[in-house]
């Protein structure tokens, strides 16, 4: 038989298979959402990731609570910085994803639920072309695998941190051009 | 800075992050065409569908997952006669060989068929496609041979352990087409 902690680490790294499936698919949904040029396009890419959107909070709870388990089971310390770093980020970006991204995306499938039929107007075209959802997806995606960084190298903790920072910093600086694009949009 | 053995964990967890994404969009296209209402609702999943065949996302996936793998395998001092990891790497070979030529034509068989479908509802030709139990069980079986794959990882069985948890998960995921079996049959 396994001992406990095998199993937390099996529960802990289908965790990581599931943030793959929900962060990719977030990704893919929002991406043919940015190319989509009707209505109805946006109304189905839009209402998947409005399904996908609260998996993340309980996948994040899944990680900080196994994890834990095997930080007392393995005789870790949170003050251990790979340990410390990556749960504060894993809280941080659970947060920023349920304000920025599920408030936008869901407020982006209100809008094409309620709008008829037809062609994308310039407000929801600016919608979709969100530079803030696009750079905080990215950014998120991005923490995640800072995150496997640090628990797959296990460094200091100021290592830790500049991983995890850098990562999302790459990740939200991707949205730069769309800023641009947005604003054309907008300016007609 | 870390090792290279760390760095190889690092990749293959990558693997893990990039095949979870891959299963759930593949779970996802699967669930939503066999619900759509419209030819051209089934259109649009079956083109995000398209994008891990055109991109061999699976193959790709299951490469990086085996190179990291033997390498760890070479680095760790482990064995592939160890049978955690030798019935393990077989069965992922298994899983991206049925997803190649099981799958893989099937979906693009149904895509084939729905592009050229005038709109409206989906005609009995195509939901004969979409309801076909061999894809069911085969997107099914090759998702929970994944899942078993990670059991034998985290919590490396000796041969039998490891060859019952994957007879076992697939035969879940390979049993969960019978429902569609039956109805098949009922139809036909």
Known sequence: ?188 | MPESAEIGIFLHILGVFGLGGATAISLVVFSMARRAQTTQELRHWMGLGALLGKYYVFPAAGLLLLLTGGYLVDKVHEDWGTGWIGISALALIAAVAVGFFVNTPRMKAIGMAAGPAPDGPVPGNITALLNDPVLFAGIHGATMASIAILWNMTTRPGGLGALLAIVVLVGIGVGSAYPAYQRQQAQA
């Open chain 1, 1 to 188: 038989m396994p001992d406990s902690w095998e199993i937390a680490i099996f529960i802990h790294v289908v965790g990581v298979f599931g943030f793959g499936g929900a962060a990719i698919t977030e990704l893919f949904a929002m991406t043919m959402a940015r190319r989509a040029t009707k209505v109805q396009d946006v109304r189905l890419w839009s209402g998947l990731g409005v399904i996908v959107g609260p998996i993340f909070p309980a996948l994040s709870l899944l990680q900080l609570l196994t994890g834990a388990y095997l930080v007392d089971k393995l005789h870790y310390e949170f003050s251990d910085g790979w340990v410390g770093w990556s749960a504060l980020a894993l809280i941080v970006a659970t947060i920023i994803g349920f304000v920025i991204n599920k408030q936008r995306i869901d407020a982006m499938h209100a809008a094409a639920e309620a709008a008829p039929d037809g062609p994308l107007t310039p407000e929801m075209a600016a919608q979709v072309m969100d530079p803030i959802l696009f750079g905080s997806m990215h950014a998120l995606t991005l923490t995640v695998l800072g995150i496997m960084w640090n628990m797959t190298t296990k460094p200091g903790g100021f290592e830790a941190f500049w991983v995890i920072a850098l990562f999302a910093v790459i990740g939200a600086g991707s949205a730069y051009p769309m800023i641009k694009r947005q604003q054309e949009i907008l300016g007609g």
